[in-house]
């Protein structure tokens, strides 16, 4: 096999714009991609800054992907400031947590989608 990474994980979001703003204003992600869509709808793409794996953020009306709740994690190497940061920017961040993996907490997005954010541990490092 020849797969070197996940390329992108998709969102269905109500709001492209609002959605958009949350993951670059907020969380300081790179808007990578934002177009219109043969179908009319939108192709939002975000990521962290330098990040393999991107976001989709998409149009629920037009690809038909059932909304509702998702769950996905992204690891720090400062949590403490990540969450200050959070915080500053308006955004309700659960306290961190010990984990037998390292320290850990999670918030929500303006979708309902849950973020966990991980300093992992020695033993929660996985490797590449």
Known sequence: ?????????TLPVADHARARDFYVGKLGFDA???????????FVMVAPKGA?????L???QVTG???GPRHFQLQTTGLDADVAALRAAGVE????QE???GRATSFTDLDGHTL?????SDFGNVPN
Do not use: K, N
């Open 93 to 96: 961040v659960d306290d961190p």
């Open 1 to 9: 096999m020849t797969i070197t990474h996940v390329q992108f994980l």
């Open 52 to 56: 393999q794996t991107g976001v989709v």
């Open 58 to 60: 998409t149009d629920q």
């Open 32 to 42: 990578l991609v934002d177009r219109r869509t043969p179908e009319g709808g939108r």
């Open 116 to 120: 966990g954010l991980l300093q992992p």
């Open 65 to 67: 992907i059932e909304p």
């Open 99 to 101: 984990r037998p993996w």
